[in-house]
């Protein structure tokens, strides 16, 4: 089993910069995918970027060039860097892992099995 545990939401400004954590605890060391999603009310969860066990990223187009997401060399700790955010950046930001190597071409919600409680993103202007 894996338990993963977000922090660091909280409200931020157009324009800001936020940076998210997840704790990872458990059997991480059978862990390959980590990622983040985010769901906003009345939506459904999207994949925001994913990063495998070998550093290999892929992120959503819409964050491209303003989220970074890293992981410890221990992949104990999945992280967001969150910059230049935007309104449309807002709402429930969770961290997800798998086992399995990361998809190459999309960032799936049914593609993880291992998900956490999900932290609060505000953008205000």
């Known amino acids: 089993q894996v338990q993963l545990v977000e922090s660091g939401g909280g409200s931020v400004q157009v324009g800001g910069s936020l940076r998210l954590s997840c704790a990872a605890s458990?059997?991480?060391?059978?862990?390959?995918?980590m990622a983040w999603f985010r769901q906003a009310p009345g939506k459904e969860r999207e994949g925001v970027a994913h990063?495998?066990?070998?550093?290999?990223?892929k992120y959503a187009d819409s964050v491209k060039g303003r989220f970074t997401i890293s992981r410890d060399s221990a992949g104990n700790t999945l992280s967001l860097q969150m910059n230049n955010v935007r309104p449309e950046d807002a709402g429930m930001y969770y961290c997800?892992?798998?086992?399995?190597?990361?998809?190459?071409?999309?960032?799936?919600?049914?593609?993880?099995?291992?998900w956490g409680q999900g932290t609060q993103v505000t953008v205000s202007s």
């Open positions: 997800a892992a798998d086992l399995f190597i990361c998809r190459r071409t999309s960032i799936r919600v049914t593609d993880f099995y291992y």
């Open positions: 990063i495998g066990g070998g550093g290999t990223t």
């Open positions: 458990g059997n991480t060391d059978k862990i390959d995918c």
